[in-house]
């Protein structure tokens, strides 16, 4: 059994999560092919390795170039503005610029125009599934927030540009992994306040908080002053994890590190691993 283990002791956003699969080995053309045929302008996609506390870790930067440049991105680790865009030789970087269907210049999306963009793409069913899965949960959590139905919730953050390649992205990603289980750590967020387009929310944040509600998911709150989980992270890994547990016995095949972009003084990353079921050897193996 091929298991997928998300170690969110460092919180979770969604460009963390993106990284972190796809450094499990997922090849970035081939992934940059499937989030083209979302037939979405107006961004760029910037893949590169990067050195945090002495550990090779992948960093997923969308740069919107379109007419959304400048909109409030949704309010996940923070961007980190010292760090170069300048190409290097390895990275992987990929503009995108169609001339078919144009989704991209909408200021705000509801919860119907994602899913049109999703069902009218090419991507893989499977994909597909898990998109709108995530998009459906973050827009009821959305909803139950503001007081508003379903259909009413508009994503002035989790609507942009940048969102959709995360969440589609990991779900391209997941469904090219092929796994049959998908476990979790426990969850991790920090504390204070954090400055979104709606002013100075609580951490966690309310849609990560209404995620959490009734849900079982066990969550620690640790002495960090900032948000650790985004409600795109917190909806990717309740609608993909099975439980949240301690790494389960397994042998461990391969290990991603998606970077965060907030410097929290500490590790910062999701850690993905891709293991298989721990199958103890037969009697007749040990004594070969």
Do not use: W
């Not at 979405?40 to 170039?65: A, C, F, N, P, W």
């Amino acid at each position: 059994m091929k298991i997928l283990y998300l170690d969110c002791t460092s919180g979770i956003s969604g460009d963390m999560t993106l990284g972190a699969l796809l450094d499990l080995g997922v090849n970035k053309d081939f992934f940059l092919e499937e989030l083209s045929k979302l037939g979405v302008d107006g961004y760029e996609v910037k893949i590169q390795k990067k050195d945090r506390h002495s550990i090779q870790m992948l960093d997923v930067d969308v740069i919107l170039t379109g007419e959304e440049h400048g909109q409030c991105h949704e309010h996940k680790h923070g961007h980190d503005h010292g760090h170069s865009h300048e190409d290097h030789d390895g990275n992987h970087h990929h503009s995108h610029h169609h001339h078919g269907r144009d989704h991209g210049h909408a200021k705000e999306r509801n919860l119907s125009m994602i899913q049109e963009i999703i069902d009218s793409s090419t991507i893989s069913a499977g994909a597909k599934e898990i998109s709108k899965r995530i998009f459906e949960e973050i827009a009821k959590a959305e909803a139950k927030v503001h007081g508003k139905t379903i259909d009413q919730v508009h994503f002035h953050e989790v609507g942009a540009i940048d969102s959709i390649v995360d969440i589609v992205g990991v779900a391209i990603c997941v469904a090219a992994l092929d796994v049959d289980v998908i476990y979790a750590s426990l969850l991790h967020d920090g504390n204070g306040f954090i400055q979104c387009r709606h002013g100075l929310l609580p951490v966690p944040v309310p849609a990560v908080m209404a995620m959490l509600e009734g849900s079982g998911i066990p969550m620690v709150q640790e002495d960090v002053n900032t948000e650790m989980i985004t409600p795109t992270g917190m909806g990717i890994v309740k609608c993909l994890a099975k439980d949240y547990i301690k790494m389960p016995e397994m042998s461990i095949d391969k290990i991603g590190y998606g970077l965060g972009k907030r410097e929290t003084g500490r590790f910062g990353a999701v850690r993905a691993i891709l293991g298989t079921a721990h199958q103890p050897k037969s009697l007749d193996a040990l004594v070969e």
